[in-house]
């Protein structure tokens, strides 16, 4: 296994791949991989002659201090992961100040209103972040495609928006939600719950099926307000919101329209822990 933490030298070795025509997947993660993690890695490994994961903790997507100190890191953990999965995959662990330099901030973006809602209302410049992040991975690494999981929906559709706008020649591909044997969304955050809550957190991805189930015959109105009692009524977890959005638009649902995708977003705190989900609802 190859790990670089200089551009320079990633670009040096990639360049000799490129004049071999072969083509490059890249993941970005920002480390504490799990099957999740190790799920993009393997269809990268089945679409493309090298894959490059990147492990890299962001610090301009973090909209909380705390959040970014606590967020978990084991890269020795990380790379036995990678091993198992294949020996001839491509690892960037750069520095922040590799990254950075001396100015630790984000670039501005326009999403369209992507960036407005849900996750956009609640982390003020989290997507300018993440934006900032992904275009200079796409650009260091100049892959062929680049992976990302839908279990951050939102950030897939922007991320998308960027590569658009800027007309960005790498393919997105977003991949299927990998879920814990009790439907838990796998995050590396699930890591900082304790035993009994992470049991508990089924609560959300149970509820995200019967708010599918709803979707059939109830308004979105009636949904939220029934997915916000449920939440009323459990002790271990606190809704920071849950919406019916369109999947291309993310705006909120209103009124239902035939040839619409919609999808159930949702963000919970368990404790002090922040989890996500969705769920395509037709």
């Not at 679409?47 to 890191?73: A, C, G, H, M, R």
Request: aromatic fraction near 10%.
């Amino acid at each position: 296994m190859h790990i670089f933490d200089q551009k320079k030298e990633l670009d040096s070795f990639l360049q000799k791949e490129r004049n071999k025509n072969h083509t490059v997947g890249l993941v970005p993660t920002m480390g504490a991989l799990h099957q999740g993690h190790l799920s993009l890695v393997k269809t990268a490994l089945t679409e493309n002659d090298l894959v490059v994961v990147s492990i890299f903790v962001n610090p301009t997507q973090f909209d909380k201090k705390d959040d970014l100190e606590k967020y978990p890191k084991n890269l020795e953990q990380d790379f036995n992961l990678l091993k198992s999965v294949s020996k001839h995959i491509i690892v960037f662990t750069p520095s922040t100040d590799e990254i950075y330099g001396n100015s630790i901030k984000s670039k501005p973006y326009q999403f369209d209103g992507l960036d407005k809602v849900m996750e956009g209302e609640f982390r003020e410049g989290h997507f300018d972040g993440v934006g900032t992040i992904v275009e200079l991975f796409l650009k260091t690494v100049s892959p062929t495609k680049a992976y990302f999981g839908e279990k951050d929906f939102q950030q897939l559709q922007i991320i998308r928006k960027m590569v658009e706008s800027k007309n960005l020649p790498y393919q997105i591909i977003g991949c299927p939600i990998e879920r814990e044997p009790n439907g838990l969304a796998m995050s590396s955050r699930n890591e900082r719950l304790s035993k009994k809550v992470r049991q508990e957190a089924s609560f959300i991805y149970n509820t995200l099926l019967t708010a599918k189930t709803k979707f059939g015959t109830e308004s979105a109105y009636n949904i939220r307000e029934w997915v916000k009692s449920q939440f009323e009524q459990n002790t271990f977890m606190k809704l920071e919101y849950f919406e019916i959005a369109d999947e291309d638009t993310l705006t909120p649902m209103l009124k239902k329209q035939i040839d619409r995708k919609y999808r159930a977003f949702i963000a919970v705190y368990a404790n002090d822990v922040r989890l996500i989900d969705n769920l395509r609802l037709n």
